[in-house]
């Protein structure tokens, strides 16, 4: 299998047996894989919640620099592809889109 190598350009989703949902018992967001529970902190989960399989990931970065008007949307860029990354390597996102 090939590596997804995340971009700019890339659109992306969660891998079809990847649940990302707010868990009512924990009071918090989760990442469900099989036999496996990650814990994402609150950066983390205001990222994932742009990721619709729709935009792309500078949109993604675009809707969080105009959030965060303070950080420079280089410094988001880097951020959010280094996270987004993590996350392909890992079997948790799929391109759903070019990238």
Same mark, same amino acid.
């Given at each position: 299998?090939?590596?997804?190598?995340?971009?700019?350009?890339?659109?992306?989703?969660?891998?079809?047996?990847?649940?990302?949902?707010?868990?009512?018992?924990?009071? *918090?967001?989760? !990442?469900?894989?099989?036999?496996?529970? %990650? $814990?994402? /902190?609150?950066?983390?989960?205001?990222? =994932?919640?742009?990721?619709?399989?729709?935009?792309?990931?500078?949109?993604?970065?675009?809707?969080?620099?105009?959030?965060?008007?303070?950080?420079? *949307?280089?410094? !988001?860029?880097?951020?959010?592809?280094? %996270? $987004?990354? /993590?996350?392909?390597?890992?079997?948790? =996102?799929?391109?759903?889109?070019?990238?």
């Amino acid at each position: 299998m090939d590596r997804l190598v995340v971009s700019a350009e890339s659109v992306l989703n969660f891998a079809p047996h990847i649940v990302f949902r707010f868990d009512e018992v924990r009071k *918090r967001w989760i !990442i469900l894989a099989p036999e496996r529970l %990650m $814990l994402p /902190d609150e950066q983390a989960v205001e990222i =994932l919640q742009l990721v619709d399989g729709k935009t792309g990931v500078s949109g993604i970065v675009d809707s969080l620099a105009a959030r965060y008007s303070q950080a420079p *949307r280089d410094l !988001i860029a880097k951020d959010v592809t280094a %996270m $987004l990354q /993590d996350l392909a390597d890992k079997g948790c =996102l799929a391109g759903a889109g070019p990238g």
